[in-house]
């Protein structure tokens, strides 16, 4: 008999709880050229006898005609191309070596500022008088901020060059400079400029060193947080077209901490998109840029930003029309770190970067050294680690990095270990002055070098599993270092050309498995012909010929020319009654039905938040991110099953979960609410959530309790849900859409977490595979219909479990719509290897949802 069949939750007859199984089966350790033609030159010296003395006038004046084309040729270029005008303007900052800084000039309106900024504009003009290639084309500069630092002047200068000559411009501009004005006749001393430097600016950001307009100056007040947020919000979107700035500074000594708290701009599509930008100075320099942002960010993900001193500046540019509402975000001060790093002499202990989780900031070095019991060696397993920096090719690592015995790390990287020979090791942490990432967390322990995993298998990576997942045909480690050096197993095995070993069931799936194909090189069709979905070979000439042939319209699904086709059981059927060959064509933003049904009623499958969330160490789905998931509450019990919402008034779930069962009548729709918007299954009163009641809950009327076929269930509501940020409705699958196999999909819901576990308190989510269907009845024989898909992954680790029936696994198709492939119903165990989850196909049941709810 089975065990754990259904995914239904609570106190109920059947013993089921709640959440996302997540197993852990191993322990970790660790250019073109320009081509010329010439013209043949046959007999030449007979043509220069045989010509006539005017072919010598005739030849100079082609000539001459020539040489005067040249020459006017080079005049237009010379005067509207070297000499056309390029204005320009340059952000920088400069040190006072023999300034002491005042609070006066914090304000840009006060004497001492003025007279300040008038002595730098003063000596900026000197300096570029004595340098060609600045001095004739500089217009003006201006001052904008000072800070602390033996005195730090922001400012911008503007010039007018030839555009022969900006490259060299900026070059020169970019070189550290000083300049010294002498002591003027009430002076005491000379006027000392050192290390000038700038560089171009955005021009989108030219009109904000022009217009104060939108600036604002703020000052951290000891350790309390200080609000600012976009003009209007929330109330209002800020400005359409605007340039604003807001210059942050805290006391001598102390570094920022900047939050943004709600982040909701334009979405990111290329330079025409708004966009908001940190600078670890009081000017927009590009080289000094921590992060760039636009789009949406969900209250969850991490945008905390540490300055590497007692500045920060938070620019938006914004050049479209589009509204939105803006961010809001806090800042306060907090010391400047006396050190970074340290000495361990410890078995085991725990390292991170600065701030971690929080942004790490600019221009930092740190060292660890490590050392632990002679007799023993050390590892080091970072358990999370990203140090992305965008336009940085992969494994380069030029920017910011990890060091350990000479080999870089950067990027970001799952879970690895590095070991040491020896019992000590020396970490060492750089970050340049631009793009901070969240940085590392670590840990150090020591090892027996003789026997580094005792009782366990050691990967090359030093990483520890168990000894019988060795030769399994899984890689549970990195580098596959399990897998190498086997000897299949040839009544249960295929031995790949690459020495892997897979399990029989895997050939000829459409998987690449061996990972050099070699399990599918025998299941191809002869030359001149195709495979259809479903493993059929056919003559090439039937495949887009608008007939199905393949018996699964797979050879009408996949043509490159969306058009008119006979209709079948696997095409997409128009409002009109006309079908296209396109696979999937509804709501993905393309219309290919002539009268535009595929692309209405697509007001669904769309959330708030368009980032996904870097959660270190776990899977918390963030708040909006699943705005479709149903918590559904039965009386006494609290949480036992999930739905999906699908519209104002209708829910999909699971059959099994509305069966009367020991007395307690779960059919009875009045003790059911239903909770969306919801995220924290203790704050079902937060603000957002939506408490409804059902109406009545219509189970299919071929729903077989023993063997869950046809486990689907609609539920009405009560009162009509409000859509918000948190509460959208998800896409319904066209009787014809398809998921292939091998695509990706998230599961989500409070159920168990492991199991035999508890339920989880906040939503949990988890990417997981489409398994192929024949794979998945040979798993599960006697057991799998047409009507239920395997979703999962053959190893086993993350899969629903009791407490998650009834809610939707969610597909992001195209132009990034989600829409629901299945139903969450039953499983044999939670997250075991071989052991898949088994969902309702809801592709399948489009025409019953359709007949009870007009949807």
């Known amino acids: 008999m089975k065990t754990n069949r259904a995914r239904k939750g609570g106190g109920g007859p059947k013993d089921f709880g709640a959440g996302l199984k997540y197993s852990s089966q191993h322990q970790n350790m660790n250019g073109l050229e320009e081509g010329v033609e010439f013209l043949p030159a046959n007999n030449t010296k007979k043509v220069e006898k045989r010509g006539p003395k005017c072919w010598v006038v005739l030849v100079a004046v082609v000539i001459g005609v020539s040489l005067l084309s040249l020459l006017a040729g080079f005049l237009v270029w010379h005067f509207q191309y070297r000499n056309v005008q ?78 022969r000559l900006v490259e060299e411009a900026e070059w020169s501009l970019a070189q550290e400079r000083a300049v010294t004005l002498p002591p003027r006749a009430r002076a005491h001393h000379s006027f000392v400029m050192a290390s000038v430097v700038a560089f171009p600016t955005d021009p989108r950001m030219a009109q904000t ?74 000017s927009p320099m590009e080289p000094h840029v921590l992060v760039q942002l636009c789009g949406t960010y969900p209250p969850s993900y991490n945008l905390t930003f540490l300055s590497s001193q007692n500045v920060l500046l938070v620019t938006l540019i914004t050049t479209t029309d589009r509204r939105h509402p803006g961010f809001e975000a806090t800042f306060f001060q907090l010391p400047k770190m006396s050190s970074c790093g340290g000495y361990f002499r410890q078995a085991q202990g725990t390292f991170s970067s600065p701030y971690h989780p929080g942004h790490y900031p600019p221009n930092i070095n740190c060292t660890w050294n490590i050392e632990v019991p002679d007799n023993r060696n050390v590892k080091v397993r970072f358990k999370s680690f990203y140090l992305a920096e965008p336009d940085v090719a992969l494994g380069t690592c030029t920017k910011d990095y990890v060091e350990i015995q000479g080999a870089r790390y950067c990027g970001q990287r799952p879970q690895f ?13 750089h ?79 459409g998987v690449n498995d061996c990972g050099d194909s070699s399990d599918e090189l025998g299941c191809s069709c002869p030359a001149q012909n195709f495979r259809c979905g479903n493993g059929k070979c056919l003559p090439k000439s039937q495949q887009c010929d608008g007939q199905d042939n393949c018996g699964d319209g797979s050879d009408e699904a996949t043509c490159s020319k969306v058009s008119t086709v006979t209709c079948t059981k696997h095409t997409y059927r128009c409002h009109s009654g006309l079908c296209v060959n396109k696979a999937n064509p509804e709501c993905d933003g393309k219309q290919d039905c002539a009268d535009g049904s595929d692309e209405k009623d697509c007001d669904c499958g769309l959330r708030s938040f368009s980032k996904q969330s870097r959660v270190v160490g776990g899977q918390d789905a963030d708040v909006g991110e699943w705005p479709w998931q149903v918590s559904l509450h039965v009386q006494g019990q609290g949480h036992v099953c999930g ?164 809610g939707p696994l969610s597909s992001v198709e195209a132009d990034g719509r989600i829409f629901q492939a299945g139903v969450v119903s039953w499983g044999e165990g939670c997250a075991r290897r071989d052991k898949p989850g088994v969902y309702t196909r809801l592709s399948v049941f489009r025409d019953w949802i359709k007949e009870h709810t007009g949807l």
């Open 431 to 509: 970050s340049d002055q631009s793009y901070t990432d969240m940085g590392f967390l670590a840990e150090f322990l020591s090892y027996d070098s003789s026997d580094p995993c005792p009782g366990m298998f050691t990967c090359k990576t030093g990483r520890c599993i168990r000894k019988g997942l060795r030769c399994d045909g899984w890689a549970d480690c990195t580098d596959h270092s399990d897998e190498l050096n086997c000897e299949c197993n040839p009544a249960h095995q295929f031995t790949c050309k690459n020495k892997f070993c897979k399990p029989f069931f895997w050939v000829c799936d």
């Open 643 to 806: 739905a999906s919402l699908i519209s104002p008034t209708w829910l999909v779930s699971a059959a099994h979960c509305y069966v009367d069962d020991r007395g307690f009548r779960y059919s009875d729709p009045t003790l059911w609410t239903a909770y969306l918007g919801l995220l924290d299954q203790s704050k079902r009163s937060a603000p957002g959530v939506q408490e409804h009641r059902l109406k009545r809950i219509i189970r299919h009327p071929s729903f077989n309790d023993f063997t869950y076929d046809y486990d689907i269930a609609l539920l009405e509501l009560e009162q009509r849900a409000e859509y918000s940020s948190v509460v959208r409705p998800v896409c319904l699958p066209d009787t014809t859409h398809v998921f292939p196999a091998g695509k990706a999909i998230w599961v989500t819901g409070w159920g168990h977490t492991k199991e035999g576990g508890t339920g989880a308190l906040i939503l949990q989510k988890g990417e997981i595979r489409v398994i192929n269907q024949t794979t998945c009845e040979s798993l599960l024989p006697q057991q799998v219909t047409t009507r239920m898909m395997c979703v999962g992954y053959l190893s086993g680790g993350v899969d629903a479990c009791q407490g998650d029936s009834g």
């Open 209 to 282: 060193t022009l217009d104060n307009s939108c600036s604002f100056a703020l000052h951290a007040r000891g350790s309390e947080l200080t609000r600012f947020t976009t003009p209007g919000f929330p109330d209002s979107p800020y400005p359409a077209r605007a340039r604003c700035q807001w210059a942050l500074r805290g006391d001598a000594g102390a570094v920022l901490s900047l939050t943004f708290r709600s982040f909701h701009v334009a979405p990111c599509d290329g330079y025409g998109s708004d966009l908001v930008a940190v600078y670890n100075t009081l």
């Open 86 to 163: 390029v204005q320009m303007i340059f952000n920088g900052y400069l040190r006072l070596t023999n300034e002491k800084f005042l609070d006066a000039y914090e304000n840009s309106n006060s004497t001492e500022f003025v007279n300040l900024a008038t002595k730098v504009k003063e000596a900026l003009k000197l300096l570029y008088s004595g340098i060609p290639i600045l001095g004739p084309y500089h217009k003006e500069s201006a001052v904008t901020a000072f800070s602390e630092g033996s005195v730090i002047a922001y400012y911008w200068s503007e010039f007018s060059f030839p555009k």
């Open 417 to 429: 270990v590095v070991t040491s020979n020896s019992s000590r090791v020396t970490v060492h942490f």
